[in-house]
């Protein structure tokens, strides 16, 4: 017997984006600046930290994915800031009766490092979502010169959430 009212959920979310010129690279609601003067390629600000979260939220409900509520081809969600649509997210997961209790994300660039950013992204993120700063994980990795990441072409990143009924 299956139980109808599961008192957690798992989401699991991935993005990534295209490093291109003349963008911004906003990475957990953090400006960064690219060695090359490089950003990442999107309808919003393409914050693929956000992103990866907000479809693991919303997977962990099974309502979809960002493309969903946000569609690319949408003129109003052009150039909007991933944290606000993240609000809107977490507006959908309050309706349904559900609350976040941790979140754990991995980045994937080769450049710029991310390291002395990483405590403003959980920051960012712990204060959007309602979370006390050690229940957000965030790493930064390189793909070693591997795959679109590795060859500086992009920016991905995984994240994963787990929620709990309120």
Same mark, same amino acid.
């Given at each position: ?19 291109? $010129? ?8 953090? =400006? %960064? !600046?690219?060695?090359?003067? /490089?950003?990442? *390629? ?32 949408? $003129? ?8 606000? =649509? %993240? !609000?809107?997210?977490?507006? /959908?997961?309050? *309706? ?49 010169? /591997?795959?679109? *990441? ?17």
């Amino acid at each position: 017997m299956t139980d109808s009212n599961p008192q957690f959920r798992i989401g699991n979310g991935y993005d990534i984006h295209r490093l291109v $010129p003349k963008r911004p690279l906003i990475i957990g609601g953090v =400006l %960064l !600046e690219h060695p090359d003067g /490089l950003g990442l *390629e999107g309808h919003s600000d393409a914050d693929v930290l956000v992103h990866a979260v907000m479809d693991a939220l919303l997977g962990a409900l099974a309502l979809g994915d960002i493309g969903k509520y946000f569609p690319p081809d949408d $003129p109003q969600w052009e150039g909007s800031n991933s944290m606000i =649509l %993240l !609000e809107r997210v977490m507006s /959908l997961l309050y *309706e349904r009766g559900w609350s976040v209790s941790n979140i754990d994300a991995v980045v994937v660039a080769e450049r710029p490092k991310l390291k002395p950013h990483i405590d403003l992204m959980r920051k960012n993120l712990a204060e959007k979502i309602g979370l006390d700063f050690d229940s957000v994980g965030v790493k930064a990795t390189t793909n070693e010169g /591997l795959g679109p *990441e590795g060859s500086e072409e992009g920016i991905s990143c995984q994240a994963v959430v787990l929620l709990k009924k309120s």
